[in-house]
């Protein structure tokens, strides 16, 4: 089957620098997605990883990890707004299939 | 980036009856669609994938004649809970396949 870990919660304050953790073990490996969802609303899409090494995009950046099944998600200078929650899903397939498997989620608390 | 709606963004049905909810790719052709079940504070549970043109494939436990999918063509994708009960109230977001998953906006489901 497909396992895929992350903290359910954390909570950091504005202006902070917050790291949440994704760890995998599933039957393959096809990238790694980063999406953030707010209360009531779909997720919406942060980043794409399927190399090892970190991807910067602004705020946020995505770090994997393959011989380790682990991510990270970073996110600099918090906001508010960022209070959400954040999903890490796994391609599970070893071809171009897009079916995702998602994580709990890690709700995520940014306080004054 | 690409954008996928969903209608109606929120039904209230009483138990027994039927409701069909419609997933649309407005700007790219998406052979594949997915249905996602989400409980208030869980993470996304894939229900289902709608494929163009062929049967959908459904999750384990998912019962496929109550939760019916039909993918008409490459932009539309449907989803009818026949027979909806109060436990079938929850989210329900469907994603279109276009490179990563782009995610409508949601459709809220009470059964009363």
């Known amino acids: 089957g497909q396992n895929i870990d992350q903290p359910t919660e954390m909570t950091a304050t504005e202006g902070a620098i917050v790291q949440i953790n994704c760890t995998y073990q599933t039957s393959g490996f096809n990238g790694l997605f980063w999406y953030q969802q707010h209360a009531g609303e779909a997720p919406t899409f942060l980043s794409y990883?399927?190399?090892?090494g970190l991807e910067e995009k602004g705020r946020f950046s995505s770090f994997l990890s393959r011989s380790k099944g682990y991510s990270y998600l970073l996110l600099k200078e918090l906001q508010m707004k960022d209070s959400a929650s954040y999903l890490c899903?796994?391609?599970?397939?070893?071809?171009?299939?897009?079916?995702?498997?998602f994580g709990g989620g890690t709700r995520l608390m940014v306080k004054p | 980036g690409a954008v996928v709606s969903q209608h109606p963004s929120w039904v209230i049905c009483k138990s027994g009856t039927s409701v069909k909810i419609e997933c649309r790719s407005l700007?790219?052709?998406?052979?594949?669609m997915f249905w996602y079940r989400q409980f208030p504070k869980q993470s996304l549970m894939l229900m289902a994938t709608?494929?163009?043109?062929?049967?959908?494939?459904?999750e384990q436990g998912v019962e496929k004649d109550k939760f019916l999918i039909n993918h008409a063509s490459l932009t539309l994708s449907t989803l009818t809970v026949t027979s909806a009960h109060p436990e079938d109230s929850s989210f329900y977001i469907c994603?279109?396949?276009?490179?990563?998953?782009?995610f409508g906006p949601g459709t809220r489901l009470t059964v009363l």
């Open positions: 700007d790219f052709q998406a052979t594949t």
């Open positions: 990883n399927v190399l090892d």
């Open positions: 994603s279109a396949a276009g490179g990563t998953q782009y």
């Open positions: 899903a796994v391609n599970p397939h070893n071809n171009a299939g897009n079916m995702l498997t």
């Open positions: 709608s494929n163009e043109g062929s049967k959908a494939t459904y």
